[in-house]
Nanobody
Framework: QLHLVESGGGLVQPGGSLRLSCAVSGFTLDAYAIGWFRQAPGKEREGVSCISSSDGSTYYADSVKGRFTISRSNAKSTVYLQMHSLKPEDTAVYYC?????????????????????WGQGTLVTVSS
């Protein structure tokens, strides 16, 4: 059974930084594409950033490009989302997700949200 556990969320002031972690188990990380998604109350789920299982190709939503960085450590079985210059509109529950069988680009994966396994989420609140 696949498990993904997010951590690192919390309260941060506008302009601050936060690093989210997604620890995976039950599968080999380097064989899966990983995505970070977020959802705020009353809003649709948004694909934030995704990374491929092979060549490390990445995708970033326009709203976070230049501020967020996705990375993976296969040795640590962990995917990270480093967030800088946080804005109040970044406030949301952030989820990581994994998919081992896909035939599309990570851009398409992030757009469709077609991932088979999801974590429980971690809350990020950006407020003064």
């Amino acid at each position: 059974q696949l498990h993904l556990v997010e951590s690192g969320g919390g309260l941060v002031q506008p302009g601050g930084s936060l690093r989210l972690s997604c620890a995976v188990s039950g599968f080999t990380l380097d064989a899966y594409a990983i995505g970070w998604f977020r959802q705020a109350p009353g809003k649709e789920r948004e694909g934030v950033s995704c990374i491929s299982s092979s060549d490390g190709s990445t995708y970033y939503a326009d709203s976070v490009k230049g501020r967020f960085t996705i990375s993976r450590s296969n040795a640590k079985s962990t995917v990270y989302l480093q967030m800088h210059s946080l804005k109040p509109e970044d406030t949301a529950v952030y989820y990581c997700a994994a998919e081992g069988e896909y035939w599309t680009t990570v851009q398409t994966m992030c757009a469709t949200g077609d991932f088979g396994s999801w974590g429980q989420g971690t809350l990020v609140t950006v407020s003064s």
